[in-house]
């Protein structure tokens, strides 16, 4: 008879009490502080809680709170004042993955990563058929303004924020070279497909040679690489030049399947850091013959992959690095998805090339970089192209002269 009689209550009282547990979870600022300890427990989650909550209740105007937080983990990123790791909101880290499959939203040039702009957005590539090469950027160009914004002393990735945006849209650009007029145009934001790997037989002196380009270690571009390399080679080609210029890197292990195009065992590269045991990175096999001739040709925006592939390729006096001394950066990052969708990328731990030696200037500061074997200056602006020029001279001397 009891039972009976309890039933419809707890029938009421057991969604009730689950409801109020659920809004007292997100809202632990209302809670007791014996109670709120037990049930939140870490003490700094409760305090954002607690300030999130104060800001969202009370503040004048209403807030949006995923942006609230949003921006909060962008600063606490920030504060580790290393330009390396990164916040990417649930929005950026889809685009974020279109580019590490080598497709972006924006107007399709490469630029210049700096802290504090110069004198505007340094563009160093403009690919082919973009609306940026449409509206007459061209490589060494400077973006000036962006929508009336000026660019000068912004950082590159304030200024390509600004930039970037939904497809169909579009953006109001200044641009020039120093030596130029500033010109004006507005561009259309489109979805871009990087072409990562370029490649063409050049010959020198009635030798043949692969030439291949590779934008950025993306995931699958080694395998491109390398059947352009062997269907040159299978050409009659005698030499391959890889230009890794303006390559700001990406994939760990896109670096290492790279490297084993040319090697065939060995060592490429090893990791380790404060919470990372030391991992040894060894060639996959099925490189090409150990007898062709290879130049890597590198500038100071080649970074992080790129300087893993050139510096184990020198290392191991498997190729000859030809071009400016690269950009120095000795760490590397993971990608941490969040449960908001969005994720962060932080620096973990530090890479050493077969030698032992570190690119890096100690802990995220920016080092010595790999020093190039035989230098050229990177201009390529002037007609012909004199680094390119210098890597084929490189590749097609005599053995004892290389």
């Known amino acids: 008879m ?9 029938l009421v009282l057991v969604p009730l009490l689950l409801a109020g547990g659920i809004w007292l979870g997100g809202h632990p600022g209302w809670l007791p502080s014996p109670a709120r300890d037990a049930l939140v427990g870490d003490s700094d989650s409760q305090l954002y809680e607690e300030a999130v909550d104060a800001i969202a209740e009370d503040y004048y105007r209403p807030i949006d709170r995923r942006k609230l937080l949003n921006t909060s983990l962008d600063a606490a990123v920030d504060s580790l004042e290393d330009r390396f790791s990164d916040y990417y909101s649930p929005t950026a880290y889809t685009r974020f993955q279109q580019q590490t499959n080598g497709e972006f939203v924006g107007i399709g040039v490469s630029v210049r990563d700096e802290t504090a702009l110069r004198r505007g957005l340094r563009v160093l590539k403009v690919y082919d058929g973009s609306p940026a090469a ?27 924020a600004r930039i970037r945006g939904p497809v169909g849209s579009s953006v109001r650009l200044s641009f020039g070279a120093a030596t130029d007029a500033r010109r004006t145009a507005t561009v259309p934001r489109e979805r871009v497909a990087l072409p990562i790997v370029q490649s063409r037989m050049e010959t020198v002196k009635g030798q043949k040679v692969v030439y291949a380009s590779l934008a950025s ?47 065939s065992e060995g060592k490429v590269v ?35 992959a790129s300087e893993i592939v050139a510096g184990a390729l020198q290392d191991r006096e498997r190729a000859r690095v030809v071009g400016e001394k ?45 020093t190039a074997d035989v230098r050229a200056v990177d201009d390529r602006s002037t007609k012909p192209d004199e680094a390119l020029r210098k890597a084929l001279e490189v590749v097609t001397a005599p053995a004892a002269q290389r």
């Open 134 to 160: 449409r509206a007459g950027i061209e490589t060494g160009d400077d973006i000036l303004t962006v929508d009336g914004r000026p660019t000068k002393g912004q950082s590159t990735r304030e200024v390509t």
């Open 2 to 10: 009891r039972l009976r009689v309890l039933a419809p209550l707890l």
């Open 270 to 304: 090893s990791t380790r850091g404060r919470a990372k045991r030391e991992r040894i990175y060894a060639a996959t096999g099925g490189a090409i013959d150990a007898d062709v001739p290879v130049v890597v040709l590198v500038n100071g925006n080649s970074a992080s």
């Open 326 to 370: 690269t950009f120095g950066k000795g760490v590397f990052q993971e990608v941490k998805r969040l449960s908001s969708g969005g994720a962060i990328s932080i620096t973990v731990g530090s890479y050493f090339l077969p030698s032992g030696r570190n690119l890096g200037g100690g802990g995220v500061k920016q080092g010595r970089g790999v």
């Open 217 to 263: 270690f993306t995931s699958g571009a080694h395998g491109e690489l390398g059947a352009r390399i062997r269907k040159g080679l299978k050409a009659g080609a005698k030499g391959v030049v890889l230009d890794l210029r303006d390559n700001g890197g990406g994939l760990l292990d896109e670096a290492v399947l790279v490297s084993s195009i040319f090697l």
